[in-house]
């Protein structure tokens, strides 16, 4: 059968791993749930130890589906980030990670750097406002708040670095994820900025450079003995999952856009370049010398959960039975779906959720249907603002878990104006993984795309006039009771 690949991808609550052919045949799936640590408010953590079981387990379980198919060419891995593991010398956590955007236990520093450094001048060489998402802000987090760990840190790693140096002994990361490490990476530049490193890193050296997809090392003894990789088999430099998954889809090409559907909703669009904005988040490619434009939505999936939790726990599928039923527009009801506060284009953790316009007559379905028109609307609200920063969408492409039935999908067509393109493969991070390794490897061509449309959603044109007038409903929404909505979140925080 020839060379075969792995991918395998860290997420939040689960990994998963994919043993594919060179020509994207998809031949086995593996994956593993686990736990995040919430040890108090604010906090989100993971235990490397955990991103290592989960690797070498599903690693030993499509390699053993790989005998009698053929060799495995390559491996890479991709996970969750922008996140901060520090180590000592020798790569041995000293603490848990801390996570991306989710931790936001790093609130003092933000506003510190800000000032000390300018928060225009950190997006100008950065690309991004200077959010929770950020890792500089995390590692003077735990240098004024665990300074017995501090002392002792020489290295930081993501969880795809990381898991790569378990598989090689290099010391690595991706220009992507570095690029997420404001404000210690210049964008223009695609290196790290020396004299913010030295006030933010103390003692620890940073990582060596690469793109993901380039030569990371290769599996050694040690590592093959626990995963059942040959030794000496290459390993690339990863990436951070959402932007594997973009690779995976095909978001490379400037004016490609991935729209992922989830507890959260996340965008990645593929941009020859952009105006640095403090609405959106600005980012290395994954291809050299490119540039990535992304947004993400606080909640989006997790608000459809909430409802139907509290309206009796019925079934999904009878509660979109119930939406499609309703005209589109609810009977104009609008919902602001910020009910854990909102990421992209707002940077507002006290924003909060609003229903608008309810009557005795609304029933279940109409609120289940106002949802997924809110989350629409915060769709195009982003999509409005790349178009403002010079970043072209013209092809969008859909992919996660709430593509799966057509009603939401069909409404964000629709309040959009746009169609959207369902993949045939729907593997995700972990299957873009695959494709990195399989060109580091050398075995496709560095450009060669596995990305096949199954089906395309089309807007329904006659929709247009009733999402209009909402669309315009819901930015004012926001602008006028956000002073009063702010009171009440200030009221709930204590």
């Not at 060419?73 to 603490?95: E, F, H, Q, W």
């Not at 909430?306 to 589109?328: C, H, K, Q, S, Y």
């Not at 104009?332 to 940077?347: C, D, H, M």
């Not at 990195?436 to 496709?444: D, F, I, N, S």
Request: with cysteine; net charge negative; charged share 20%.
């Amino acid at each position: 059968m020839g060379a075969l690949l792995l991918g395998v991808d860290i997420g939040t609550s689960s990994s998963k791993g994919v043993l594919a052919t060179s020509d994207g045949e998809v031949l086995a799936v593996a994956g593993r749930a686990h736990t995040t640590s919430m040890p108090q408010p604010g906090w989100f953590e993971h235990d490397p130890a955990m991103w290592w079981a989960d690797c070498r387990d599903i690693l030993r379980e499509l390699t053993a589906a790989a005998r009698s198919r053929g060799e495995v060419a390559g491996v890479a891995v991709s996970g969750i980030g922008p996140c901060v593991l520090v180590t000592d010398d020798a790569g041995t956590p000293l603490r848990p990670a801390i996570l991306y955007g989710v931790d936001t236990r790093a609130t003092a520093e933000i506003a510190e750097l800000q000032h000390r450094l300018g928060a225009q001048e950190m997006l100008a060489w950065g690309g991004s406002p200077l959010t929770s998402q950020a890792v500089g802000p995390k590692l003077l987090w735990l240098q004024r708040h665990e300074p017995q760990v501090w002392e002792r840190a020489r290295r930081f790693f993501m969880a795809s670095s990381w898991l790569v140096h378990r598989l090689t002994g290099e010391y690595v990361l991706d220009h992507h994820s570095a690029s997420q490490c404001n404000p210690l990476y210049d964008l223009a530049a695609a290196r790290w900025r020396d004299s913010v490193g030295v006030d933010l890193c103390g003692a620890m050296a940073p990582p060596a450079l690469h793109w993901p997809g380039h030569s990371a090392g290769s599996v050694t003894a040690a590592a093959a003995g626990e995963t059942g990789v040959p030794a000496g088999t290459p390993v690339v430099a990863g990436t951070i999952d959402a932007w594997s998954e973009a690779l995976s889809i095909g978001v490379e090409a400037p004016g490609s856009l991935m729209l992922m559907y989830g507890t959260t909703m996340f965008m990645v669009a593929a941009a020859e370049s952009a105006r640095p904005d403090e609405r959106i988040w600005q980012t290395a490619g994954v291809q050299p010398h490119t540039r990535t434009v992304a947004a993400g939505m606080a909640t989006s999936g997790a608000v459809t959960a909430w409802l139907r939790d509290v309206t009796g726990g019925a079934p999904f599928e009878a509660l979109i039975d119930e939406a499609a039923a309703t005209p589109p527009g609810a009977d104009a009801l609008v919902v602001l779906p910020y009910f854990a506060g909102e990421r992209t284009p707002l940077f507002d953790p006290l924003a909060r959720g609003t229903i608008a316009g309810l009557t005795l007559r609304h029933t279940r379905g109409h609120l289940y249907r106002a949802v997924l028109e809110g989350t629409a609307m915060g769709v195009r609200h982003n999509l409005e603002v790349f178009e403002q920063v010079g970043v072209e969408t013209s092809v969008l492409r859909a992919v996660g878990g709430g593509t799966r039935g057509s009603l939401w999908t069909q409404v964000v067509s629709d309040v959009l104006g746009r169609p959207q393109e369902i993949p045939a493969c729907t593997v995700g991070a972990a299957y873009g993984d695959a494709l990195l390794a399989a060109r580091g490897a050398g075995v496709v061509d560095p450009s060669a795309q596995w990305y096949e449309t199954a089906a395309c959603v089309e807007p329904d044109a006659r929709t247009r006039d009733v999402y209009g007038e909402l669309y315009g409903v819901y930015r004012r929404l926001y602008e006028s009771t956000r002073d009063e909505v702010h009171a009440l979140a200030r009221l709930q925080l204590g």
